[in-house]
């Protein structure tokens, strides 16, 4: 029989930050997955750079049901504590750009430095291992594992949320809450490319690989980034971010034109170059390509001198403010959150402990917060897996 202090489920990102920060303090730690390699999600991360961290992490980057939850353990785990980890390691990062940090290398970086990280405080860590029962005890939990019955006084749930399932994810941590009495807000797929259909998918297959910077809005959210044309529907950092904010049948608007006041610069166009086609306007901001075809497919492209004020009025909107209805989202499959989870309302914002099943923990993305793109994900793993770490 296993008898360590703490078992943690989940060796991701918070579930092996916890595993360290409890293990230093001199707990005996037990960190079972059923994958074979620790921080899978990490690897895959940031294109393979794993952007880490966001230097100005703050409680406005993230939502939740109850917003206030994730305050306490951001205020008690900020960046700068991951970038020291980091540094002690010389991980070798930089700044991307909005203060999101990513490897100069690779994410093997990251998940090397945890590994080393939990080998050094003595945590005992089980890859290819499942859990399959859990019990509450007089003193703790029992559980009924591939390495045989474990009992443990605290138990962590750190199983993450379901985007990506060939990297290991499971509604696991959703059913434990369930048998522990927890209520589980409806998940959705989040920061997760766009799909369409019919003619507006046409047009993104053609201009598949094609990138433009806009301000996306859905919802009362608004984002500035890139968008990207797939041969889907569209991604890209901006089209990430307002999926969070998106359901199904919502109107998205993308201005095109986030710089300028659409219809001041196509009078400005008309009136200094009447005999210049549409497209060749347009190519002075988007690509050739990206001109040509908005050109074609939306304005019937032809010299600006025989556009009428009010067609030209219709081109600016257009681009300063597409209106699209997508027809879906790629789901789960691609999707680098999982919007929803365990309610935080029943969980202590201060330990991340049940308030229904004392000893019970949940940290990491298997709780109902959720980060903007840009590193906050990975800082709200750190964030709560080290406060629950603190009392385990
Ligand atoms: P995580 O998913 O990391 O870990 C959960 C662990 O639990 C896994 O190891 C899994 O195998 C294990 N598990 C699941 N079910 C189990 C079961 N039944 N039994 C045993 N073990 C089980 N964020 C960010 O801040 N910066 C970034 O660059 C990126 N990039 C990125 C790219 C891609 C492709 C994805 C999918 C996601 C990102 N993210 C990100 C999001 C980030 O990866 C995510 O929010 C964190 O990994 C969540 O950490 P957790 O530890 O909560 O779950």
Redesign the pocket.
């Known amino acids: 029989m296993f008898a360590p202090d703490v078992v943690i489920?989940?060796?991701?990102?918070?579930?092996m930050l916890c595993a360290v920060t409890a293990a230093e303090r001199g707990r005996r730690v037990l960190l079972?997955?059923?994958?074979n390699k620790?921080?899978?999600?990490?690897l895959?991360?940031?294109g393979g750079r794993?952007?880490?961290?966001?230097m100005y992490a703050e409680p406005a980057n993230f939502t939740s049901t109850n917003p206030h939850f994730c305050k306490s353990a951001l205020a008690r785990y900020t960046p700068w504590d991951f970038i020291a980890l980091v540094s002690k390691h010389e991980v070798p990062y930089h700044e991307k750009k909005l203060g999101q940090l990513f490897c100069d290398n690779k994410s093997k970086d990251i998940q090397r430095l945890l590994l080393a990280e939990c080998e050094q405080a003595g945590v005992e860590l089980h890859l290819d291992?499942?859990?399959h029962r859990i019990e509450k005890a007089a003193a703790g939990y029992e559980l009924a594992t591939d390495l045989g019955p474990v009992a443990a006084s605290s138990l962590v749930i750190?199983?993450?949320?379901l985007?990506?399932p060939t990297?290991?994810?499971?509604g696991?941590?959703y059913e434990v809450a369930r048998q522990f009495g927890h209520n589980v807000l409806p998940t959705r797929a989040g920061?997760v490319p766009f799909t369409l259909s019919g003619r507006l998918k046409e047009l993104c297959t053609e201009l598949s690989g094609t990138s433009a910077d806009c301000v996306a809005r859905c919802n009362g959210e608004s984002f500035r980034e890139n968008l990207l044309f797939t041969h889907r529907g569209l991604s890209g950092p901006a089209i990430l971010q307002i999926s969070s904010f998106w359901r199904p049948g919502d109107v998205v608007e993308i201005n095109l034109l986030p710089d300028r006041d659409a219809l001041e610069w196509l009078q400005a166009e008309q009136a200094a170059r009447p005999n210049s086609d549409l497209k060749t306007v347009l190519s002075e901001v988007f690509t050739k390509k990206l001109a040509a075809l908005l050109a074609e497919h939306w304005f019937a492209s032809k010299p600006m001198k025989q556009y009428t004020p009010a067609q030209l009025r219709e081109i600016a909107d257009r681009l300063g403010g597409w209106q699209l209805v997508p027809a879906g989202t790629e789901g789960y499959r691609?999707?680098?959150?999982t919007l929803g989870g365990v309610d935080t309302r029943e969980v202590s914002s201060k330990t991340m402990e049940s308030l229904k099943s004392p000893g019970l923990y949940f940290?990491?993305?298997?709780l109902d917060v959720q980060?903007h793109l840009?590193?906050?994900?990975?800082?709200?793993?750190w964030a709560s897996?080290h406060a629950a770490a603190q009392v385990v």
């Open positions: 489920i989940g060796a991701g990102a918070a579930g079972v997955d059923h994958a620790a921080g899978k999600k990490i895959m991360s940031g794993c952007n880490f961290t966001n291992t499942s859990v750190a199983t993450g949320g985007s990506i990297l290991g994810a499971t696991f941590g920061l691609t999707a680098e959150v940290i990491g993305e298997v980060g840009g590193g906050f994900n990975f800082q709200w793993a897996g």
